[in-house]
RNA sequence: GGACGGCUAGCUCAGUUGGUUAGAGCGACUGGUUUACACCCAGUAGGUCACAGGUUCGAGUCCUGUGCCGUCCA
């Protein structure tokens, strides 16, 4: 074996074999428990980034781990198509080409498209091999699939025919960069340093006279058709009727009154600009107002803007009017004013409120979505984003699912030529498309991404081809086990997802009726929903590729290799937190991987020969007569890591599940067992004894590992004899229970208190090698040492004697009657060490080490006295607490007279 | 403005139903190549658990309020 873990070739040759043996294929199994997972498909285009890494590592720890509990296991990967993020990208290709989209026409465009997608496309698949993924790549899906694009259609189709589906001229939120509509939730706030600005509007009839109008946005100013005010407002008691003159491109506009206008802001008068504002839309149509659009769809100034600023891009505009305004005289006060803006997720620009035709979705089956986690058929971990979920639908607004783009799944509905497009008759929706196109044109709008990708747990197993689902295994793997997936998708993704399953999955439903609990349960796309944590960077911003602070995980793995990487970002990932990024800790997980290796090499290198396969059979290599205190500690604390893990890896707790492996594997295996293990290799009699009980503790150890670290874990197996022939992707770790009884079939009985005098001798031995590195005494250094303790502990102590020796490097330890004279001591529970020094120790140190100690003992024990002297506390708290302080006041006091006894000596 | 999360050792974080003297890794310091591992071993130092109240025999843990940081929704 080489001296350190090389991760390359082990993992390009174990995944290889891997994918070869089709271990990975998901099949439906009617003799096993199903376990599925589908991934949250990443962007097409995407690059590995390490949420991607937290992410991925999550889904594959748990796919491995029901592989090894004999589920038969389908996690299943693909891409999404990402509409706007993908146009855009080849528009900017494009672009540097001095082309347009308009230059290719929507056929050649398309063409483009997905040529570019097809060559740049699907690296992060590839990606996700190097990571390690277990997925089935057999069933790869892409949103833009002749079968999934199917899916996504007919889901169309069929809210239609239900009614979910409607059209309408709405006040939608747009993109002037994407030059396409968003849904709410493609829009972010954004605090923004504005200003405020006071404009006067003269009143018609009365000129000389001007009112005072507050607005942030008089770059559309050209499109006011009304100045409102409330109703109860008391300084304006006479101006209801009124006309006053817009100050650019002039016109006589009225003066309306509505309750919306919030009298306190600015100077409690609004400016109503129908086009360009949501709230004075409603205000325009409740009083019958004129629309003037005085934008284009890119955000510039049209033509209704007149003639000086037509032409303008929006913000030169806002600067252009407002100089026109100051010229005129209209410019009364100008303002620093913050507020917010929303912008396009993806464009980062402001988006611009605008009347357009679009198509909208009143969602399907939302009490049952809300009743799916609120009564929770859905488990939420951490629970707490149930209340997020809970709150969005409960104020759910309709979904505007149409795109001005080309990359997506064209609408499915037909306009009649000729005939008045938004009359529903001269309408044909449908999957097909119309008999006689030549008489139809198609929809030229295609459908948010999310809308796809809402279907993604049935259009992936084939939904909704009947022969394809069978074939697909819908039935026997949805609802899937688990989703795992970050927070900030719940109401683009998660949500939806959950709507659409309830509504899709299983037998048409109409649209009155409500799904039972039954049904409920049966319709739902995944039973848990893990929500990781950002990704942040050392100085705590969230990891982006925009800001350059993400490390590139493919540069991690060829450093600390991938199953180090897992480590280390499994290890900082507490359920639900953000975490902080530290390549220190990939580090630690490329170390971890090192010493698993290197305890190997040494079993190894002790007998060759290697392991057996199962317990039954390395049970049988202990001879019980040599089973000593050692092993039955090592073997009880087994049995409690494997219960302890078994529980922590079923409540998703993977940081807390790695800590306690590392724990057993490093601090108790490692540091102790196995470092006392080399005086027994040397002796020759509990040789094979102990190294039997190494082989089990070192099979759990990979067994338990595997989902974290799949590639050193298979590797070791096989190396170190437990594989014969069978991958440790197929073997169950067990409970502790399950170890206990194999260990009590072999007529072994393990002793608990084992633990317990293990427990207390590494604290002598602690104790015994403090008092030598405090006087710089180097390890080797053979120094003799005495031992004072009543008899039922010395008796103990007898038993360990040589494993102590070994373990401190000293060279005798004896029982003493009484304290000895001038050597410096340690007081422990298990009584007192004194080493003998062949030089003189400095007495005044050891007095002033000891005193401080009695001091802080002192502290201690009356403090437990003041406690145990309360008489509620002897009363109320409960025997067993009670007990433990008189206990512990005990060992205290002992452990004060011992102190005592040392100084005495010195002196 | 509302909701949620965080504040524990120099740093990053554990700490499950309240119950011994609050833990780990990293970093710092001291010493060390003994049959695996310097990607290692042994040891040492380092904490008024953000703050203020309250409940309790007992609070890092429960309650109330405050502050700062972060996220989401208006």
Redesign the pocket.
């Known amino acids: 074996m080489e001296?350190?873990?090389q991760p390359k070739e082990v993992e390009d040759r174990l995944y290889h074999s891997w994918e070869q043996d089709g271990a990975f294929e998901g099949h439906p199994d009617a003799e096993k428990p199903a376990y599925s997972i589908v991934i949250p498909p990443p962007n097409v285009t995407g690059v590995l980034t390490m949420g991607h890494v937290l992410n991925n590592t999550i889904q594959d720890i748990l796919a491995r781990r029901a592989r090894q509990q004999g589920h038969s296991v389908l996690w299943l990967p693909g891409t999404d198509h990402a509409g706007i993020a993908t146009q855009t990208k080849v528009e900017q290709q494009l672009r540097k080409e001095g082309k347009s989209k308009y230059d290719l026409g929507r056929e050649g465009f398309l063409e483009h498209a997905k040529e570019w997608r097809d060559k740049h496309g699907g690296i992060i698949l590839k990606q996700l091999r190097k990571l390690g993924c277990s997925c089935d790549w057999k069933r790869t899906v892409h949103t833009l699939d002749p079968d999934y694009s199917k899916a996504v259609l007919e889901a169309f189709v069929r809210l239609f025919k239900n009614g979910y589906v409607y059209r309408g001229k709405r006040m939608v939120n747009w993109c002037p960069v994407s030059r396409t509509a968003l849904s709410?939730?493609e829009v972010?706030?954004k605090?923004q340093n504005g200003k405020l600005y006071k404009i006067r509007y003269e009143l018609v009839d009365s000129p000389g006279e001007y009112l005072e109008v507050s607005t942030t946005r008089p770059e559309t100013i050209m499109g006011d058709v009304a100045l409102a005010i409330h109703p109860q407002d008391e300084r304006w008691p006479s101006l209801q009727g009124r006309k006053v003159r817009r100050p650019l491109q002039p016109a006589e506009i009225p003066i309306v009154a509505d309750d919306a206008v919030e009298k306190d802001f600015g100077t409690g008068m609004l400016k109503i600009t129908p086009a360009h504002d949501p709230l004075d839309f409603e205000i325009g149509r409740r009083h019958d107002l004129e629309i003037i659009d005085v934008f284009h769809e890119d955000g510039t100034l049209n033509e209704l803007a007149g003639p000086d600023f037509a032409g303008m891009d929006r913000f030169e505009a806002r600067k252009a009017t407002v100089e026109k305004l100051r010229e005129q005289g209209d410019l009364i006060d100008e303002e620093d004013h913050a507020n917010?803006v929303g912008f396009s997720e993806r464009a980062d620009v402001p988006i611009e409120p605008r009347l357009s035709e679009q198509w909208f979705l009143r969602y399907p089956r939302v009490e049952e979505a809300k009743r799916a986690v609120a009564e929770g058929f859905i488990r939420y971990f951490p629970n707490?984003w149930s209340?997020?979920y809970l709150?969005?639908l409960e104020?759910i607004?309709d979904w505007c699912i149409s795109r001005q783009l080309w990359w997506g799944h064209r609408i499915p509905v037909w306009y009649r030529k000729g005939e008045d497009p938004k009359d529903p008759q001269n309408w044909h929706v449908s999957v097909d498309g119309p008999d006689d196109p030549e008489n139809w044109e198609q929809d030229d709008d295609v459908l948010d991404t999310w809308a796809s990708s809402w279907l993604w747990p049935i259009a992936t197993m084939g939904w909704p081809d009947e022969s394809a689902m069978k074939q697909q295994g819908l039935d026997y793997f949805y609802p899937t086990s688990a989703l795992v997936t970050g927070?900030?998708i719940i109401?683009f993704w998660v949500a939806r997802m959950i709507m659409a399953g309830l509504e899709f999955k299983g037998e048409p439903l109409d649209p009155k009726s409500v799904l039972s609990d039954e049904e409920i349960r049966k319709r739902i796309p995944f039973r848990d929903v893990y929500f990781t944590g950002?990704i942040?960077d050392?100085k705590?911003r969230?990891m982006s590729k925009s800001l350059g602070n993400s490390p590139d995980p493919l540069d991690l793995i060829e450093k600390y290799g991938a199953d180090g990487l897992r480590h280390g970002i499994m290890s900082?990932a507490?359920k639900g937190?953000?975490?902080?990024f530290?390549e220190?800790?990939i580090?630690?997980g490329?170390?971890f991987?090192?010493?698993l290796w290197?305890?190997s090499?040494?079993r190894l290198?002790?007998d060759e020969s290697g392991a057996q396969p199962s317990v039954e059979e390395i049970l049988q290599r202990i001879d019980p007569a040599h089973l000593n205190q050692d092993d039955h500690a090592i073997l009880l604390r087994l049995v409690q890591t494997l219960d302890e893990v078994d529980r922590l890896y079923v409540e998703y707790?993977f940081?807390?599940a790695l800590?306690s492996i590392?724990r057993f594997f490093?601090?108790d295996l490692?540091?102790?067992y196995?470092?006392n293990s080399?005086s027994r290799?040397?002796g020759g009699e509990g040789k094979e004894t102990c190294l039997a009980v190494q082989d089990i503790c070192l099979r759990q150890v990979l067994l338990l590992l595997h989902p974290v670290a799949p590639f050193i874990t298979e590797e070791l197996w096989d190396v170190l004899g437990f594989a014969g022939g069978k991958s440790i992707q197929w073997v169950n770790p067990g409970n502790g229970q399950d170890l206990a009884n194999l260990i009590e079939a072999r007529g072994i009985v393990l002793e608990d208190r084992a633990l317990e005098e293990m427990l207390a001798i590494r604290e002598l031995?602690?104790s015994m090698?403090?008092l030598?590195?405090?006087r710089?005494?180097?390890?080797?250094n053979r120094v003799e040492f005495f031992y004072l303790a009543e008899e039922e502990k010395a008796e103990v102590l007898t038993r360990h004697t040589s494993s102590v020796l070994s373990s401190v490097?000293a060279a005798a330890l004896n029982r003493v009657e009484e304290a000895p004279a001038g050597m410096p001591a340690l007081v422990t529970?298990y009584g007192s060490v004194y080493m003998d020094l062949a030089s003189g120790i400095d007495v005044d140190a050891e007095k002033a080490r000891l005193s401080k100690e009695l001091e802080?003992?002192i502290k201690?024990i009356a403090?437990?006295e003041n406690?145990l002297g309360?008489a509620?506390?002897t009363e109320?708290?409960?025997q067993q607490?009670v007990d433990?302080?008189r206990?512990?006041l005990a060992?205290?006091q002992k452990?004060k007279q011992e102190t005592e006894d040392a100084l005495g000596a010195l002196a």
């Open positions: 001296k350190a873990y709410d939730e972010i706030m605090p917010n707490r209340k997020t709150h969005w104020n607004q927070p900030d109401f950002i942040r050392d705590g969230k900082i507490p937190q953000d975490i902080r530290s220190e800790r580090e630690q490329r170390n991987c090192n010493k290197n305890v090499r040494f290198m002790a707790e940081n807390s800590q590392y490093w601090n490692c540091d102790w196995v470092e080399k290799m040397r031995v602690t090698r403090a030598k590195a405090d710089n005494l180097a390890n080797n490097g529970a802080s003992l201690v403090s437990i406690k309360n509620s506390f109320k708290a409960p607490v433990g302080a206990k512990q060992e205290n452990k």
